[in-house]
Nanobody
Framework: QVHLVESGGGLVQAGGSLRLSCTAS????????MGWYRQAPGKEREFVAG????????YYVDSVKGRFTTSRDNAKNTVYLQMNSLKPEDTAIYYC?????????WGQGTQVTVSS
């Protein structure tokens, strides 16, 4: 069973940056297309960014395009989300998981709070 642990969140002012990490246990991580998701208070969890198993292809929702960059290091079983030019509407708990079903068990996520 693969376990996911997200980290790197925090409180930042609008316009600031954060780098999130998601580390997975298990040897099959490198075969998964991975995604970053977020859930704001009172809202459903939504997809934010994705990366294929090799790291050669990435994709983003329009609201973060040009500001967020995802990458991965399969040797470290880790995916990253570099978030720049943060906005208050980016405030949410951020999670990583597979892009496809069946999903892995969700980790605890990491809180990102952007103050105006």
């Amino acid at each position: 069973q693969v376990h996911l642990v997200e980290s790197g969140g925090g409180l930042v002012q609008a316009g600031g940056s954060l780098r999130l990490s998601c580390t997975a246990s298990g040897r099959t991580f490198s075969t998964y297309d991975m995604g970053w998701y977020r859930q704001a208070p009172g809202k459903e969890r939504e997809f934010v960014a994705g990366i294929d198993w090799s790291g050669g292809s990435t994709y983003y929702v329009d609201s973060v395009k040009g500001r967020f960059t995802t990458s991965r290091d399969n040797a470290k079983n880790t995916v990253y989300l570099q978030m720049n030019s943060l906005k208050p509407e980016d405030t949410a708990i951020y999670y990583c998981n597979k892009r496809t079903r069946p999903k892995l068990d969700w980790g605890q996520g990491t809180q990102v709070t952007v103050s105006s």
